[in-house]
C-alpha cells in the first residue's frame, strides 16, 4: 500500500511538472509512465549492483566459513549472480503496473511482457549454473564422471526449453503452437545437426551405462588410439595417447564401434600375461627315467615314480612353467595360471603361457612377462626342447 502511495504521489507530481512547462494532458502522462519506468529500472539496476558488490562476497566469505563441503560446490558466485538477477526482476514486474494510471495500455503490455521474459531467462541461468555446479561435485567430489555427459544433456535442455518459454513470452504466443511450429522446424534441424545429436544421445549412453569415464585406460584398434581419457563431454572425447599425442574422437564412434576399457583390468588388480613358445615338433619325445631324474635334482621337475606313464619332455617343461609361476608371490593365485597347446601351425607348436601379474603398471608388467618369458626360452633347451626360429633361404650367388 506504501509502495502504491508513493507511486502515485510521484506520478500526480511528475504529471503536474510537465504540465507547468507546457505539455498538454497526453504528452504529460507518457512522459510521466516513461519517466517512472527509467526510474523503475535504474533502481532494479542499482539493487544488481549493491547486490553484487555487497551481498555476494559476504555471502561466499560465510559458506567458505562453514564446515561443510557441499555448499562450497552449490553455493557460489555464478548461482548468487543468477539469482540476484530474479529478485530485482521480480520487483519491477510487481511494481510496473503502479507506473500507470490505466496498466493496459500498449507500453505496459510490451514493457510488461519483456520483464516476463527477463525473469524466465535468469531462471534459466539459474538452474544451468545449479546444473553445473552438480556436475563438479560428480567429477572433483565423488568421481562419478558418467553423470557429467547427463548432467551437460539437462543443461542444453534447460536451455532449449527456457529459450521456447522466453520466446513465447517475449512474442506473446501461445507456448503450444510455438513449441509445434518448431517441432516442424526440428525435422530440417535434425537433418543439419545430424552428428551432434548422434554425440548427444551416444553421449548419454556412455555415462548411463557407466561404459567410459575420465581416466580410463582404452584402446581403438582401428583407430590407432591407445591412452587416458581426459575429457569427455557430449559432443568430444579428447585421449590423451601415451606418445602425448591428442586424440579426439565423437562419442558416436565409441557406441558404434568396439574399443577395449582396461579400468576393469586395473580395479582386478591383476594382468594377464598371454604370450606363446613355437616348438620345434622334431624335438618332441618321451623322456627317459634318467632324464626326467636329472631334470628332478636340477630343480626342473618331480622326481619320476616307479611304474608312472612315461611323460613327454614338452609335458615335463610344461609342468615347469605351472610350478615356477605358481611359486612367485608377484602372480595372481586367483586367476590362471597356465601352459597350453595350441593348434600346430607351420612355424611349430604353440605353448602358449597364461598368467596373472599382480603388478599391473606398465613398466613392471612388462619386466615381469619379459623376465619369465627369456627364462622358459633359456630352460627349454635343457628339456631337450628346440625353439623354433625361421631360417630364411641363404642367397644365390
Not at 576399457?261 to 634318467?290: P, Q, Y
Request: some cysteine; proline content about 4%; glycine content about 4%.
Amino acid at each position: 500500500m506504501n509502495s502504491f502511495l508513493l507511486f502515485s504521489r510521484l506520478r500526480v507530481f511528475l504529471e503536474t511538472l510537465f504540465q507547468d512547462i507546457g505539455m498538454n494532458l497526453l504528452w504529460s502522462q507518457r512522459f510521466t509512465q516513461l519517466t517512472l519506468i527509467v526510474l523503475l529500472f535504474l533502481v532494479c539496476l542499482l539493487c544488481v549492483l549493491l547486490l553484487r558488490r555487497m551481498a555476494i562476497p559476504r555471502i561466499l566469505h560465510l559458506v567458505k566459513s562453514t564446515s561443510t563441503e557441499w555448499d562450497d560446490y552449490l553455493i557460489n558466485r555464478p548461482v548468487l549472480k543468477a539469482l540476484f538477477h530474479i529478485v530485482p526482476s521480480v520487483l519491477v514486474y510487481n511494481l510496473l503496473p503502479l507506473c500507470f494510471d490505466h496498466p493496459d495500455t500498449r507500453i505496459f503490455f510490451w514493457t510488461n511482457r519483456i520483464v516476463q521474459a527477463v525473469i524466465a531467462w535468469n531462471i534459466v541461468h539459474l538452474l544451468s549454473a545449479i546444473l553445473k555446479n552438480v556436475s563438479t561435485v560428480c567429477t572433483s567430489k565423488i568421481n562419478e564422471h558418467q553423470f557429467v555427459g547427463i548432467l551437460q544433456f539437462a543443461r542444453l535442455m534447460v536451455l532449449i526449453i527456457g529459450s521456447i518459454i522466453t520466446l513465447s513470452l517475449l512474442i506473446g504466443l501461445d507456448l503450444l503452437r510455438l513449441a509445434t511450429g518448431l517441432g516442424a522446424a526440428a525435422t530440417v534441424l535434425m537433418l543439419v545437426f545430424k552428428d551432434t545429436i548422434l554425440g548427444l544421445v551416444a553421449g548419454i549412453q556412455l555415462s548411463s551405462n557407466k561404459m567410459l569415464k575420465v581416466g580410463d585406460w582404452v584402446t581403438i584398434e582401428n583407430r590407432g588410439i591407445d591412452g587416458v581419457v581426459e575429457v569427455i563431454s557430449l559432443t568430444t572425447i579428447k585421449i590423451r595417447n601415451f606418445d602425448n599425442t591428442i586424440s579426439t574422437i565423437p562419442p558416436y564412434n565409441l557406441v558404434s564401434e568396439s574399443f577395449q576399457n582396461w579400468d576393469g583390468m586395473l580395479r582386478m588388480g591383476a594382468r594377464r600375461v598371454k604370450r606363446c613358445l613355437f616348438i620345434d615338433v622334431r624335438s618332441i619325445r618321451f623322456a627317459t627315467h634318467e632324464e626326467q631324474q636329472a631334470w628332478a635334482e636340477q630343480g626342473l621337475c618331480d622326481a619320476p615314480q616307479e611304474g608312472a606313464q612315461p611323460l613327454t619332455n614338452l609335458t615335463l617343461f610344461r609342468q615347469h612353467i605351472v610350478r615356477t609361476l605358481s611359486a612367485d608371490a608377484s602372480i595372481s593365485s586367483d586367476q590362471w595360471v597356465l601352459a597350453r597347446q595350441l593348434n600346430p601351425t607351420a612355424h611349430g607348436l604353440p605353448v602358449e603361457v597364461w598368467f596373472y601379474a599382480k603388478n599391473t603398471e606398465f613398466v613392471a608388467y612388462e619386466e615381469t612377462a619379459s623376465r619369465y618369458m627369456e627364462a622358459f626360452i633359456a630352460v627349454a633347451p635343457s628339456f631337450g626342447l628346440a625353439l623354433y626360429q625361421y631360417a630364411p633361404a641363404p642367397l644365390q650367388a
